[in-house]
Structure formats: structure tokens, C-alpha cells
């Protein structure tokens, strides 16, 4: 929720989702619509936003991808092909650099 006010204050779309399965499911049909997913490791549903980020570059190559954690620091082939990591905790223009860094 936090990152959500940071993006929201810095004028930035967001659609929030409580898990990867709804995310995937705000895609479905409205992918053009969304340019970066911006996803924890740690998450609840039925998988992790390693295999959310995963499935998103494969299905819509255009999202980039920033993955964040603050338990788990994925190796960068953990990461879909240019994922950007973002290690917790993290501030606005951290969240803001990820974003534009990702590709």
C-alpha cells in the first residue's frame, strides 16, 4: 500500500492487485493498457511474484517487470529477462529509478 500512495503522489496510474491471480486477471483484455508490473516476491495466491513476472514477460513481452523483497534477493537469472530487482526497504525515488531502469 505504501508504494501504491508513492506512486500515486508522484502522478502515476495504479491499478492494485491483492495477489498475482487477480493481477493476471486485470490483464486479461486490458494488457496494452498497462505498461510496468511492480510485484513483491512474497505474496498470497497460488504463486510468487518471481512466477507472476514470469508468466506476464511471456504473455505480454511490452510490461517491464520490477520485482521487490525484503526477505529474498533473487539471483538475476531469477529474474525474467530484464526484470529489475528493488530490495526492500526502498524509498520514492528508489521506487521511481526501478521503473525507469526497467526494460
Known sequence: MVAVDMLEDAGLPVAEAPDADTALR????????FCVLFTDIDMP??????????????????????????????????LPDAGCFLPKPYGRSDLLDALGQAA
Open 45 to 78: 495466491g497460488s504463486m510468487d511474484g518471481l512466477t507472476l513476472a514470469a508468466r506476464v514477460r511471456a504473455r505480454w513481452p511490452h510490461i517491464r517487470l520490477v520485482v521487490t523483497s525484503g526477505r529474498v534477493r533473487p539471483g538475476t537469472d531469477a
Open 26 to 33: 486485470l490483464l486479461e483484455g486490458k494488457a496494452q493498457a
